[in-house]
């Protein structure tokens, strides 16, 4: 018996424990009276707090909680946490699961040219501006536009404002952006969405009549389809399946705790 705090021994095992902590802790070791005089300041001190009853204080007793918690996930959380791992069959059937969304559609820039039908026009109403957009095809065709900036460089440019009514692309020579083959919910009726989609690069359509009025099509760009290969989409997907592992340790790790501590819930 080396010292007595609060009628509880501090030994010579006591001692060596504490010389052993340290080093395992790679923290200094002082020469043994020192040391033994550091051992009996926290014991006197640790024996103050509790006679003081602060260990009964609720943050200092949920402090105390979050630690026991803490050291419980580092004993047994964090080793199977940082063990999981993702294998290369196990990325490949992912990938192959998922193939279709890492596939960029074909698309093509179209720009579109809309005189409008009002509802109940006369059929010489409907004539005269079929053949208004056909004179705005014939003059599309005889000088492509080639001027002004952006899209509209390569659309109807400034024909669209004298032969247009759509008020969003008119401005802009037509253009009505990127469209996908088959793509829904958009303001173009789809037999002119079909129409332009089956143009060359460049290409001017002939007037379609369609609900709403006249259209006049041309694509102005297109890009094929392309698939993002397995080697580029191979860390997202690692990363995504890991993530996914770790949260099925964690939700184990949780009802393990559960089932352990007899749980009972009552939400009623």
Avoid: C
């Avoid at 401005?171 to 002119?192: F, I, K, M, N, S």
Wanted: without cysteine; proline residues 4%.
């Amino acid at each position: 018996m080396l010292a007595v705090v609060a009628g509880k021994a501090i030994t010579g095992d006591d001692l060596l424990a504490e010389v052993e902590r340290r080093r395992s802790r790679r923290q200094p070791i002082p020469d043994k009276p020192d040391l033994l005089q550091a051992m009996v300041d926290r014991a006197a001190a640790l024996h103050r707090a509790k006679d003081s009853g602060l260990d009964q204080d609720p943050e200092v007793r949920r402090a105390l909680d979050n630690l026991l918690i803490s050291q419980l996930r580092e004993r047994e959380l964090q080793s199977l946490l940082q063990a999981a791992t993702v294998s290369d069959e196990e990325l490949r059937s992912a990938y192959e699961g998922r193939r279709s969304s890492f596939t960029t559609p074909a698309k093509a820039r179209l720009a579109i040219l809309h005189l409008r039908i009002e509802k109940g026009a006369s059929e010489n109403k409907r004539e005269e501006l079929r053949a208004r957009m056909a004179e705005a095809r014939e003059k599309a065709a005889a000088s492509p536009a080639t001027g002004g900036r952006g899209p509209a460089a390569g659309g109807f440019g400034a024909l669209a404002i004298d032969y247009s009514d759509d008020q969003v692309s008119r401005y802009r020579g037509g253009d009505a952006g990127w469209l996908t083959p088959g793509q829904t919910g958009t303001r173009w009726p789809a037999e002119v969405l079909a129409a332009g989609h089956a143009l060359e690069r460049g290409e001017l359509s002939e007037v379609i009549g369609a609900p709403g009025g006249f259209y006049l099509v041309r694509k102005t760009d297109s890009r094929a389809e392309s698939t993002t290969g397995f080697e580029q989409a191979a860390p997202a997907i690692r990363q995504q399946l890991l993530v996914k592992k770790r949260e099925a340790i964690e939700r184990e790790f949780r009802e393990q705790n559960e089932r352990l501590a007899g749980v009972e819930l009552h939400p009623e």
